[in-house]
């Protein structure tokens, strides 16, 4: 697989469920970042977690890292039908120049209404 | 304080032709980030630039592609005798650093549409 590959590629679930996503990747990182894509927009940056933490929240986001097992994992809370959406995963690998980020698949989520 | 701008939004070329995307970063922003998505996939990086200087175009194909950040103005990607392959988003993105932790900012896009 691809370096910073999500699962599942596809998520439907009902309005005030909880969505969980997972990303794998397979280099070593700085930092992982999750973004959320609408149908035909650009990307918007949803949070980011440094290689030496292992959890971070952010209103209904919950992310978490572990590098041992090369994975993360966004979960949405109480989710809404604005959720609906692709979302990313994006690694910054530690041995490339700058921070050029490594995207992975996308996991589509519909949150019905 | 303006976001990541690129234009035009959508563009549609004929094979053989020319396309210039161009892109404006954050204010205080000197990175640029050039990044390619074909239906239904993630983003691949293309080419990083800082002012006047390409530093890392190992994404970008080795024929037609060109990218430069000058001294004043947008960043601008060059697609030179587009083929219908060629037709993705193309995404540019800033940050004010090439520093390890920091994220960055995403434009909306311009969609090339190769005919």
């Known amino acids: 697989s691809q370096q910073g590959e999500e699962d599942p590629q596809a998520l439907s679930i009902q309005e005030g469920e909880n969505a969980t996503m997972n990303c794998s990747y397979k280099?070593?990182?700085?930092?992982l970042q999750w973004y959320r894509q609408n149908s035909g927009r650009g990307l918007v940056h949803l949070i980011l977690i440094r290689s030496n933490e292992r959890e971070k929240h952010s209103g209904r986001l919950r992310v978490t890292l572990d590098t041992s097992k090369k994975s993360s994992s966004l979960l949405i809370t109480a989710s809404r039908a604005a959720d609906t959406a692709s979302y990313f995963c994006a690694t910054d690998n530690r041995r490339a120049a700058g921070n050029k980020l490594t995207f992975g698949g996308g996991t589509r989520v519909l949150v019905k209404p | 304080n303006a976001g990541v701008m690129q234009n035009p939004r959508h563009l549609v070329r004929r094979r053989g032709q020319e396309a210039r995307l161009r892109c404006s970063p954050m204010k205080g922003h000197s990175h640029v980030y050039w990044y390619r998505q074909l239906p239904e996939e993630g983003l691949k990086f293309m080419v990083y630039l800082q002012k006047e200087n390409i530093i890392d175009e190992s994404g970008m194909p080795k024929e037609r592609f060109s990218a430069e950040f000058p001294k004043e103005g947008p960043s601008i990607l060059r697609i030179q005798q587009v083929v219908r392959g060629d037709s993705a988003a193309y995404f540019c993105?800033?940050?004010?650093?090439?520093?390890?932790?920091?994220?960055?900012?995403f434009g909306p896009g311009t969609r090339l549409t190769v005919l």
């Open positions: 993105a800033s940050s004010p650093y090439g520093q390890e932790y920091n994220e960055q900012f």
């Open positions: 280099t070593s990182i700085n930092n």
